[in-house]
């Protein structure tokens, strides 16, 4: 049964960091595509950074490039977001989401197979 378990949210101050991390169980996900997503209250899922299972090449939002960073340890089958300078607007449940097969970056929710349960992200003005 593949899971994925993201761990690392919390409260954090405008202006502060942190780190989310997101640990595959059930199979590997080294050559897939590998993204985050984000859902505040009353709005749509979006994506916030994915990278590309044939290059390894990230892609980001818009509102998150320059301060989100994201890396992925393949012997612990692991991915992290790194999240600097966070704004209240950051403020959203987040979500780790692997594709079933090869291929570049995707940014739809519907281009992957297999979600976390989310880890919520607080940043208080």
């Known amino acids: 049964q593949v899971q994925l378990v993201e761990s690392g949210g919390g409260l954090v101050q405008a202006g502060g960091s942190m780190t989310l991390s997101c640990s595959f169980s059930?199979?590997?996900?080294?050559?897939?595509?590998v993204g985050w997503f984000r859902q505040a209250p009353g709005k749509q899922r979006e994506f916030v950074a994915g990278?590309?299972?044939?290059?390894?090449?990230?892609s980001y939002a818009d509102s998150v490039k320059g301060r989100f960073t994201f890396s992925r340890d393949n012997i612990k089958n692991t991915v992290y977001l790194q999240i600097n300078s966070q704004k209240p607007e950051d403020t959203a449940v987040y979500y780790c989401?692997?594709?079933?097969?090869?291929?570049?970056?995707?940014?739809?929710?519907?281009?992957?197979?297999?979600w976390g349960q989310g880890t919520q992200v607080t940043v208080s003005s």
């Open positions: 059930g199979r590997t996900f080294n050559g897939n595509p």
């Open positions: 989401t692997a594709a079933r097969y090869n291929s570049g970056v995707r940014r739809r929710p519907s281009e992957y197979d297999y």
């Open positions: 990278i590309s299972g044939l290059s390894y090449a990230t």
